[in-house]
């Protein structure tokens, strides 16, 4: 008896104690449930599969927030993206020679009356010009802008620098549009001239900045025998081996140098090396070896250049390639004009083939320049290709107005036209927005 209620006990507490068990099981499992719920409810549930991280980064890139609506920043982690190429137009890309000429109605920067620089056969307005929209167009390249000549910035940047234009008339008439920009700053003393007023040398005192010009048409020793009109008495001598003495022995003074050449390869010449004739150019009757414009002008680019790359200079060297003009119905000494008011669109007009031979040439001879130079070099070498841009303006040249008043009191006198070189101001002040980019801006 004692002994069955000992077992009952037993089982009943055993029964007790798993009664307990399951009771605390289902209380634990009613928590849990609970607790699943309430949790739900707060962070709610979607039925659309999770979408991959990279699809949600793009999701968020395009969600456009509203004022009532705030969306959660979400910092993608880093991932390694394809090198796309860039094509919008940058300065490395930019092609500043390729463009077009367009309006620009607020006109020049300077006019004949503000600048006492320019020289009376580039002086087109005050030698009676009647037309004046030569002057509002602006050279605009295609693929990027070209900001106008900023004196200011450019003295900030040259100040105790030299500047010098080495070459022909061309030349001459650029450094007169580059004294007009930069004296609506600071005036220039005129500090030195040789005997003809053909090389010079300016200092702006203020910013210690030194501008000169050497008239070296061939860049070689040339003896010359005409005037001022072009007229010869005799035929040029020409030192193919011997650079001019002018230029070479103070090419080291200047920070930046601009060279060119071109249209003087043209006349008439005797050719000389080691002081001994060795041909000629267009010398019918001497009896001597027609040696080509083209093949003298590659051999003096190449003694030129060889100069500057073999040198210790430090500076920046422009080559500047050769100008066309615009001469119709005949050349400069057989009546040729130039009476057009407009410039040419873009395939409006061709380069002549003298004009072609003389750019590729400087193009060549310069890319073999730099080749030889390397990277490393301290000495820098620009390629400054007006040719093409100067070809679409043969509005801008002095024509019959390279003398003053040609037509005057109904007079129809017989004059010479000048269809190379530029009035002033004109196109050929271009040029300087051109090296502002290069120089400055670059």
Known sequence: MVKEMSLDCSSWSLRMHNHVLVKFAVSILLMGLAFRLFFSDSIG????????????????????????????????????????????????????????????????IYTNDTCYNIEEHQNCMSNGRPDSGYLY?????????????????????????????????????????????????????????????KSKRWHFPSNNFTLSVFWSPFLVQAITFEDNNGVATSEIQLYLDKLDKKWTDQYQNFDYIVISGGKWFLKTAIYYENDTIVGCHYCPGKNLTELGFDNVYRKVLQLVLN?????????????????????????????????????????????????????????????????????????????LDTT?????????????????????????????????????????????DLVMEMVVNS
């Open 137 to 197: 167009w602006r050279w605009n390249p295609r693929d990027c802008e070209l900001p106008p000549f900023n004196a200011e910035r450019f003295f900030e940047l040259m100040r105790h620098k030299s500047w010098a234009f080495i070459g022909d008339s061309i030349s001459r008439n650029h450094v007169q549009s580059f004294l007009c920009i930069l004296s609506k700053v600071e005036k220039p003393v005129l500090v030195y001239h040789d005997k003809e007023y």
């Open 45 to 108: 549930f979607s039925s659309v599969p999770e979408t991959p991280l990279l699809e949600r980064i793009k999701a968020t890139e395009i969600t456009i927030p509203t004022p009532e609506t705030t969306i959660p920043v979400m910092t993608p982690p880093p991932m390694a993206t394809p090198e796309i190429e860039d094509h919008r137009p940058s300065k490395e890309k930019c092609d500043l020679f390729t463009g077009d000429w367009i309006p620009n109605p607020s006109g020049p």
């Open 388 to 432: 093409r841009l100067s070809l679409l303006r043969p509005d801008g040249h002095p024509g019959p107005y390279r003398n003053p008043h040609p037509f005057a009191n109904g007079k129809n006198s017989k004059v010479q036209n000048d269809c190379l070189h530029w009035c002033l101001p004109g196109p050929i002040d271009a040029w300087n």
């Open 307 to 383: 100069l500057f790359v073999t040198s210790n200079h430090k500076g920046l060297v422009f080559l500047r390639t050769s100008t066309p003009d615009h001469f119709e119905n005949g050349e400069w000494f057989s009546g040729g004009t130039c009476n057009r008011t407009v410039p040419f669109k873009e395939g409006g007009i061709d380069l002549k083939d003298v004009d072609t031979v003389l750019r590729n040439i400087e193009l060549q001879e310069y890319e073999k320049a730099v080749a030889a130079l390397g990277s490393a070099a301290d000495l820098k070498l620009k390629f």
